[in-house]
């Protein structure tokens, strides 16, 4: 396949997570026009089996490269623990995970030697962060724990809720007496529940936000390639599988700009 500069990069996310990703894609790289799908008929991803995800995941790409995409960025932890491989093989085009580049940035990070990791069930039970972070570093410590709320917490607008708070204290209480200090957001929706969390965390311990360090890979995958846009002006496209207006009412509270044109589909 014959990829162009002008060409659009694909996002997708189960919702409104990945665009913690996009906002980072476009703060690194203003040229690129940035088509984003959010899966919202069918979030969330990370209560689901493997198989369903990559089917999800594999439909989701699908529907990227109809819309003539240069590279597939999977904005979403738990796509990208079960389904990246299976999608690196079969897309045309590169395809981009987040799980890599937030164990490099957990590993840069860390002088315990313990890291922590918090995502959904599915992330947490494929063992995709130890993994990838003991391919680079065998003795780094890892602690894990699966917070399947925040997800919902951040889709509802309630990452600042009380009942957030109250969610974070208990699925973080089994981490703090680990000696970790940095602490892996294992899912595009967490950085939403940031203010919440540091209230939780002490103030040593560092959050690994891999939406920043995807955006890097992205960069220099392009820019490999000779696919990079040089420009400085550029668009964006959203698409939902469900309910536009409260992707678009979330959506705007964390971007701070308007989303005019949010487009039903059906994968």
């Known amino acids: 396949m014959d990829l162009t500069v002008q060409q659009p990069i694909g996002v997708f996310d189960s919702g409104v997570g990945g665009l913690t990703v996009l906002q980072e894609l476009h703060r690194l790289m203003p040229g690129e026009n940035l088509i984003y799908l959010g899966d919202?008929?069918?979030v969330p991803y990370g209560t689901k089996s493997a198989e369903t995800v990559s089917g999800y995941a594999t439909e989701a790409a699908a529907f990227l490269l109809r819309q003539q995409v240069k590279m597939v960025v999977v904005a979403c932890n738990t796509a990208s623990s079960v389904a990246l491989e299976l999608?690196?093989?079969r897309l045309?085009?590169?395809v981009i995970g987040v799980i890599e580049?937030?164990?490099r940035a957990a590993l840069r990070l860390s002088c315990s030697g313990t890291v922590g990791i918090i995502g959904t069930e599915g992330t947490i039970n494929s063992d995709a962060y130890p993994q990838a972070i003991r391919r680079f570093d065998p003795h780094i410590k890892t602690v894990c724990a699966a917070c399947p709320l925040f997800v919902p917490l951040?889709?509802?607008g309630w990452a600042e809720h009380e009942v957030a708070r109250l969610a974070a204290r208990e699925y973080l209480a089994p981490l703090l007496d680990s000696g970790m200090d940095v602490l892996v957001l294992g899912c595009t929706h967490y950085p939403l529940l940031?203010?919440?969390l540091k209230m939780v965390l002490p103030s040593a311990v560092r959050m690994v936000d891999s939406a920043q360090e995807t955006a890097r890979c992205v960069r220099a995958t392009l820019k490999r390639a000779?696919?990079?846009?040089?420009?400085v002006h550029s668009w964006w496209r959203f698409y939902v599988t469900d309910v536009p207006q409260r992707f678009v009412r979330v959506g705007e509270a964390f971007l701070g700009a308007r989303l005019d044109d949010v487009q039903r589909v059906a994968l």
């Not at 000779?226 to 420009?231: A, D, H, R, V």
């Open 194 to 196: 940031k203010p919440t």
């Open 101 to 103: 580049p937030g164990a």
């Open 87 to 89: 999608l690196s093989r």
């Open 226 to 231: 000779g696919l990079l846009n040089p420009g």
């Open 40 to 42: 919202t008929a069918r």
């Open 92 to 94: 045309d085009v590169p």
């Open 154 to 156: 951040a889709e509802e």
